[in-house]
């Protein structure tokens, strides 16, 4: 068990450039979602899909993970057709007019409706410093005790 | 899971005590250098060291403890090849009694005849030809992307963040919230400076 909560869970992409360069990456997997970050910023995201994880052994640098293909032109890339056609968008439609889209949308937007209020770093903060205060107001009150 | 894979593994874990154990031990070992320097109150160097330790400390610490948590997958199968690749390969096999096609492997080989041309690995700048398995005629092919555009992954992830939503059900922070840890960080600048005049000297 990790005192310090539960680890972020993370996979191996295989992304392929639009520059004919490819990358072995790891990215965080939030919502059945395989995120690309900067900092907190999520700015890109593909669906993961178990079906198309490629066990991959690993090279020199490059560690052995579960692989999954991903490009910039598209969230889901199967070049083999694996998953079923109605576990993924309809290519025919629009984002905005995408009924597997907008399912994913209202899943995030209750989501946020009943996601809890997480402590902000200002009141863990807040409370470090509060119990350090009490500390040593407490070291100088058991001196001044002593004399 | 080949001994070579048990023995990277097990070394991972030591890795992970090491930092967790080395960090309590400069924790520990700071204590002790700013009892030292509570004594003598002369040589400022000792308090900076002092707080050093107590940095270094708390981040191997921190680094050990987030390490224990996390699961390793080893992958048992093929082993990293030896001998030199030139190829990077994407297989997928096909179950002939249900026409199921699974996802089966991604290997770095050698290929005596590559097809297609060399694309560029940024992990370690070295380049190989990209193939995918045809299950139909089994036998490599040139990988290539589709040239379509559908869903962009820079628009998926507004769908995946929803701003404009969120922003709606943020949590509404009152004036005293604001202020409060610059409050407590007043609080503890007067509480360590109450400590240190009140500290006899020598």
Same mark, same amino acid.
């Given at each position: 068990?990790?005192?310090?909560?539960?680890?972020?869970?993370?996979? &191996?992409?295989?992304?392929?450039?639009?520059?004919?360069?490819?990358?072995?990456?790891?990215?965080?997997?939030?919502?059945?979602?395989?995120?690309?970050?900067?900092?907190?910023?999520?700015?890109?995201?593909?669906?993961?899909?178990?079906?198309?994880?490629?066990?991959?052994?690993?090279?020199?640098?490059?560690?052995?993970?579960?692989?999954?293909?991903?490009?910039?032109?598209?969230?889901?890339?199967?070049?083999?057709?694996?998953?079923?056609?109605?576990?993924?968008?309809?290519? @025919? *439609? $629009?984002?905005?007019?995408?009924?597997?889209?907008?399912?994913?949308?209202?899943?995030?937007?209750?989501?946020?409706?009943?996601?809890? @209020?997480?402590?902000?770093?200002?009141?863990?903060?807040?409370?470090?410093?509060?119990?350090?205060?009490?500390? /040593?107001?407490?070291?100088?009150?058991?001196?001044?005790?002593?004399? | 899971?080949? *001994? *070579?894979? !048990?023995?990277? $593994?097990?070394?991972?874990?030591?890795?992970?005590?090491?930092?967790?154990?080395?960090?309590?031990?400069?924790?520990?070992?700071?204590?002790? !250098?700013?009892?030292?320097?509570?004594?003598?109150?002369?040589?400022?160097?000792?308090?900076?060291?002092?707080?050093?330790?107590?940095?270094?400390?708390?981040?191997?610490?921190?680094?050990?403890?987030?390490?224990?948590?996390? #699961?390793?997958?080893?992958?048992?199968? #093929?082993?990293?090849?030896?001998?030199?690749?030139?190829?990077?390969?994407?297989?997928?096999?096909?179950? *002939?009694?249900?026409?199921? !096609?699974?996802?089966?492997?991604? /290997?770095?080989? %050698?290929?005596?005849?590559?097809?297609?041309?060399?694309?560029?690995?940024?992990?370690?700048?070295?380049?190989?030809?990209?193939?995918?398995?045809?299950?139909? &005629?089994?036998?490599?092919?040139?990988?290539?992307?589709?040239?379509?555009?559908?869903?962009?992954?820079?628009?998926?992830?507004? /769908?995946?963040? %929803?701003?404009? @939503?969120?922003?709606?059900?943020?949590?509404?922070?009152?004036?005293?919230?604001?202020?409060?840890?610059? !409050?407590?960080?007043?609080?503890?600048?007067?509480?360590?400076?109450?400590?240190? %005049?009140?500290?006899?000297?020598?």
């Amino acid at each position: 068990m990790n005192p310090l909560g539960p680890p972020k869970e993370r996979r &191996t992409q295989l992304y392929f450039r639009d520059d004919g360069k490819f990358t072995f990456r790891k990215l965080f997997i939030e919502d059945t979602f395989l995120i690309e970050k900067v900092r907190d910023d999520i700015i890109k995201g593909w669906k993961h899909f178990y079906k198309l994880q490629f066990p991959f052994a690993g090279l020199k640098g490059i560690p052995a993970d579960m692989v999954t293909l991903g490009f910039d032109r598209d969230i889901v890339l199967d070049p083999y057709n694996i998953v079923d056609a109605k576990d993924k968008p309809d290519k @025919h *439609k $629009k984002i905005n007019e995408n009924k597997w889209i907008t399912d994913v949308a209202d899943g995030q937007r209750y989501k946020a409706q009943n996601k809890p @209020h997480s402590m902000f770093m200002a009141d863990k903060l807040t409370i470090f410093l509060g119990v350090a205060t009490v500390l /040593v107001a407490l070291s100088i009150g058991i001196r001044a005790a002593w004399g | 899971m080949d *001994k *070579k894979q !048990i023995k990277e $593994k097990l070394l991972k874990n030591k890795k992970q005590w090491a930092y967790l154990i080395g960090g309590i031990v400069c924790v520990i070992f700071g204590f002790f !250098i700013a009892s030292i320097w509570g004594t003598q109150r002369e040589n400022m160097g000792l308090a900076l060291m002092a707080i050093a330790l107590w940095a270094i400390g708390a981040f191997m610490a921190y680094r050990g403890f987030k390490q224990i948590g996390d #699961t390793d997958v080893v992958i048992v199968g #093929t082993k990293k090849p030896d001998t030199p690749v030139n190829s990077l390969n994407i297989y997928a096999k096909k179950d *002939k009694t249900t026409g199921t !096609i699974y996802s089966e492997k991604i /290997v770095f080989e %050698m290929v005596e005849e590559p097809l297609g041309q060399p694309q560029q690995c940024t992990n370690n700048g070295r380049w190989y030809y990209v193939h995918l398995w045809n299950i139909e &005629t089994e036998a490599l092919e040139a990988f290539a992307l589709p040239d379509s555009q559908f869903f962009d992954p820079r628009e998926f992830a507004n /769908v995946i963040k %929803m701003p404009a @939503h969120n922003k709606l059900f943020e949590r509404q922070i009152s004036t005293f919230q604001k202020v409060a840890p610059w !409050i407590m960080v007043a609080a503890f600048g007067i509480s360590i400076l109450g400590l240190v %005049m009140t500290t006899p000297v020598g």
